[in-house]
Every structure is written in C-alpha cells, then in structure tokens.
C-alpha cells in the first residue's frame, strides 16, 4: 500500500500539489508578519504540507482526537476561523477548488479531485484541526 500512496503523492506533487502547497505557504509567510497571525502561519505551514504529499494523510479535530478542548475548538477557535475565512480561506478554497475541477475531467483524475476537494474543506476552517497519519487514526 505504501508504494501505491508513493505514486499518488509523487504524480499529486508534479500536477498541482507543489502550486498549492506553496500557496499555503505563502500564506502562511503573510500571516507571519503580524503577531496576531503567527498561530495562522503555523498552522499554513502544517497544512502546507500535507498539499505537497496529501495522500496518506487526514485532518481530524483536535477535539475528538484527544477528548479534551483547547483554544482552537472551543469559541476562541470559532473566531479564529472567521477571520481566517475572510482572509485567507476563501482564496485558498477557490484554488482548490479550480484544481478540483480540472481533476475531474479525466478518469485518472478523480483521486486527485477528491484530495483537492478534501483541502478546500480543510482551507475553510483549519483552527482546531490536526494532521494525522491515516495509520495513527
């Protein structure tokens, strides 16, 4: 299984991973530049690379991994997502999206389709989710 999830990852990364996985990054660097924002960036970066390699990998909810609610869960983390949303999400999500459906056109397509649709969802509201290996989970 792992050599099947090598070649989606390496096939993803030269058909448009590697695009938004720097787009998560830049992101993550604009984010950067206010204090206020660095939670933000690091949380692009994290999910920045699960867009170079998204194959194998899941975004669970903090919450229902650990059982215990933190700042990213709870109301705080509500708030954080708007003001993600109306920032940096929304443009994320439309790249993933246009991704998505150049994907779908093709047969082959598909699997990638559904990464990028999976991304654009992620993009909407990251606070208060992790990355997990689908083994760990």
Known sequence: MS?????????WFIMGGFIMGLAWWFAG???????IGIPFGRACFVIGEMAFWPFGQENVNRKHL???EDFGTGPLGMVGNVIWFLFCG???AIGHLTHALACFVTIIGIPFAIQHVKLALLSLTPIG???VTKESY
């Open 90 to 92: 929304i443009w994320l």
């Open 129 to 131: 989710q992790t990355i």
């Open 3 to 11: 050599v099947l999830r090598l070649i989606f990852n390496v096939a």
């Open 66 to 68: 650990s059982g215990i």
């Open 29 to 35: 660097l604009l984010c950067f530049i206010s204090i």
